[in-house]
């Protein structure tokens, strides 16, 4: 697995959608894909993303708990708010 090379407590990470792109290089599973992509998160970090399927979301919050990381589930309407302010 590959980490961020950047390991401070006060960056905020982001994850888009979770899909099977460069499988070459991530992974041939969505399981395998999302243990790289949340490769990212780092302790203490705050996440970023939107709810996704049951596969993504039980191995995001299973990296986020081990590493005493926070969760932030995006919505729509969150996202809409955010628009609205700009």
Request: net charge negative.
């Amino acid at each position: 697995m590959q980490l961020n090379v950047v390991s401070r407590e006060d960056m905020i990470c982001v994850i888009t959608d979770i899909g099977f792109d460069h499988m070459h290089i991530l992974g041939h599973t969505i399981k395998e894909i999302t243990a790289q992509k949340v490769g990212i998160v780092h302790e203490h970090n705050p996440l970023l993303m939107y709810a996704q399927g049951k596969e993504v979301m039980d191995v995001v919050e299973a990296w986020v708990k081990d590493r005493e990381a926070e969760l932030h589930l995006i919505t729509q309407n969150s996202e809409q708010k955010i628009t609205d302010m700009a």
